[in-house]
Nanobody, 125 residues
Framework: QVQLVESGGGLVQAGGSLRLACAAS????????VAWFRQVPGREREWVGC???????HYSNSATGRFTISRDNSKSPVYLSMNDLKPEDTAVYYC???????????????????WGQGTPVTVSS
């Protein structure tokens, strides 16, 4: 059974930094993508970025330059490091996973099958 568990959310002042972690387990495939999404109540879930097993990352326009997704190896947690946080970054952050057949396959921005419960991030002004 695939499980994704986020941690690291909390309250931070504008301009501050936060690092979220996503621990994934139960994947039977050798390779899988991990993505980060966020959602504000009443709004659609927004893709933040993703990483494949090779460590290649892709980001949304809003995340580029301030957010970094990383992992030490294919079995380690996936991290979302957020810098220069703004009040508009306030949301519940989710990690999501999907299996893939190729080590270097490009991670997509949609169609993720497995989801964590989310961790809230609040940025005060």
């Amino acid at each position: 059974q695939v499980q994704l568990v986020e941690s690291g959310g909390g309250l931070v002042q504008a301009g501050g930094s936060l690092r979220l972690a996503c621990a994934a387990s139960g994947f039977t495939s050798n390779y899988y993508h991990v993505a980060w999404f966020r959602q504000v109540p009443g709004r659609e879930r927004e893709w933040v970025g993703c990483i494949n097993n090779a460590g290649t990352t892709h980001y949304s326009n809003s995340a580029t330059g301030r957010f970094t997704i990383s992992r030490d190896n294919s079995k380690s947690p996936v991290y979302l490091s957020m810098n220069d946080l703004k009040p508009e970054d306030t949301a519940v952050y989710y990690c999501a996973g999907r299996a893939t057949m190729a080590f270097r396959a490009t991670c997509p921005s949609e169609n993720y099958r497995y989801w964590g419960q989310g961790t809230p991030v609040t940025v005060s002004s």
